[in-house]
């Protein structure tokens, strides 16, 4: 009986780009037996169908195919910003040096001949994949040392503490990475704290790197806004959205913001959205769940964001949930779907309870793993006590 090494854990999924209707069937069922899932298309150009909506672990290709060979194919997905980072592996019998130089030049991984006994090419690609994984680990490791040595965090190590309020938050970067979600709490004093979260738009490396950015111009504002005794959310936003505007490394750069501000003498939350998701309220007095949404752009869309504010009356008893869309991306026939509902549906059966984030903690934010994650997800739970 031929065995199979086993794969990486966290390998999903491998997209096979093969025309031989046979060939490709074989090293598909040699994937599976592996523990692999495996996708196959019979063309380029449907391969590229695929990845429009669907992000694989790793792409292998064929080099000869009609209409669009291998080489063409690799150069439409390295063109593609969206898809170019996806490892890539030639499997082909077309092994003449030139041929090989060209397809390693082009910055695939590999370039296997089909001849190659079946467990071999799985063992190759095992080894090819679990470098990769060891490479990220390393690289985000070192990143963090990084992060830590000059002491930039984009999340908080506490809670803060505020009478008459009880303040939770949780975070978990996609796959590890350090990604665009931020968290932070500005303590004014102890009648008034600041909570915000945002999610810059982008993947991994690329978002975290900008969030420091985004980071450095919302703490200012708020504390030069608290030096001045100005308290109007709209207008902090709008004075951190104008600075992202003219600031040249932060252009194309968006992200999603909500702050708050929390006043422990009236109990009242004060509230200002950008381009951010509508925050989930819990009324401890009907029991009934309502959202909050706020009409403001994305920060760095417009120089004008349009950006409004509300004032939330919490009694005791009422809770409120704000979070960012890796809450509610949740897989889908093998693609991302957003489903806000869905969320919602899933905390609400612990909202009101006498321990509400402890209960969505352990049933619903426990699951989320690298089977579910689609993005870094971020929430903030305000209750009043």
């Known amino acids: 009986m031929i065995t199979f090494p086993d794969p990486p854990t966290s390998v999903k999924k491998i997209l096979l780009v093969e025309d031989s209707l046979l060939f490709g069937r074989v090293i598909e069922s040699a994937l599976r037996k592996a523990g692999y899932e495996c996708a196959v298309c019979e063309s380029a150009g449907r391969a590229l169908d695929f990845l429009a909506n669907e992000i694989p672990d790793l792409i292998i290709s064929d080099y000869d195919m009609p209409e669009m060979n291998g080489f063409h194919f690799r150069q439409a997905v390295l063109m593609n910003p969206k898809i170019n980072e996806i490892p890539f592996v030639f499997l082909t019998s077309f092994t003449d040096n030139s041929l090989v130089l060209e397809g390693l030049n082009m910055y695939a991984l590999d370039f296997i001949n089909?001849?190659?006994?079946?467990?071999?090419?799985?063992?190759?690609?095992?080894?090819?994949?679990k470098s990769l994984q060891n490479e990220h680990v390393r690289s985000v490791r070192e990143l963090k040392i990084a992060a830590d040595a000059l002491n930039v965090k984009s999340i908080p190590v506490r809670e803060?503490?505020?009478?008459?309020?009880?303040?939770?938050?949780?975070?978990?970067?996609f796959r590890g990475y350090p990604g665009?979600?931020?968290?932070?709490?500005?303590?004014?004093?102890?009648?008034?704290?600041?909570?915000?979260?945002?999610?810059?738009?982008?993947?991994?490396?690329?978002a975290w790197f900008f969030t420091f950015g985004f980071l450095s111009y919302i703490r200012a504002a708020i504390r030069f806004c608290v030096l001045d005794k100005d308290f109007e959310l709209d207008l902090i936003v709008q004075k951190i959205?104008?600075?992202?505007?003219?600031?040249?490394?932060?252009?194309?750069?968006?992200?999603?913001?909500?702050?708050?501000?929390?006043?422990?003498?009236?109990?009242?939350?004060?509230?200002?959205?950008?381009?951010?998701?509508?925050?989930?309220?819990?009324?401890?007095?009907?029991?009934?769940?309502?959202?909050?949404?706020?009409?403001?752009?994305?920060?760095?869309?417009?120089?004008?964001?349009?950006?409004?504010?509300?004032?939330?009356?919490?009694?005791?008893?009422?809770?409120?949930?704000?979070f960012t869309?890796?809450?509610?991306d949740i897989p889908s026939n093998n693609s991302k779907k957003s489903d806000y509902p869905f969320f919602v549906e899933k905390i609400s059966p612990y909202l009101g309870q006498a321990h509400s984030f402890e209960l969505i903690r352990k049933y619903v934010l426990a699951i989320i793993d690298d089977t579910n994650q689609m993005d870094d997800a971020s929430i903030i739970f305000i209750e009043k006590l």
């Not at 417009?302 to 939330?312: C, H, R, S, V």
């Not at 869309?325 to 509610?328: H, L, R, W």
């Open 114 to 129: 089909k001849e190659t006994p079946i467990p071999v090419i799985i063992s190759k690609l095992n080894n090819i994949i």
């Open 241 to 322: 959205n104008k600075l992202i505007c003219l600031d040249e490394s932060l252009q194309n750069i968006l992200s999603s913001l909500s702050l708050l501000l929390l006043d422990s003498h009236t109990g009242e939350v004060h509230y200002t959205g950008a381009g951010d998701l509508p925050l989930i309220g819990f009324n401890a007095s009907t029991r009934r769940i309502d959202t909050v949404q706020s009409s403001g752009l994305l920060l760095g869309l417009l120089e004008e964001g349009l950006y409004d504010k509300q004032t939330i009356q919490m009694q005791p008893g009422d809770q409120l949930a704000i």
């Open 325 to 328: 869309d890796g809450m509610i």
């Open 160 to 173: 803060p503490e505020l009478a008459g309020f009880r303040v939770h938050f949780w975070h978990k970067g």
């Open 180 to 206: 665009g979600d931020f968290i932070d709490f500005v303590q004014v004093d102890d009648r008034y704290c600041f909570a915000f979260l945002g999610d810059i738009m982008g993947k991994k490396w690329k």
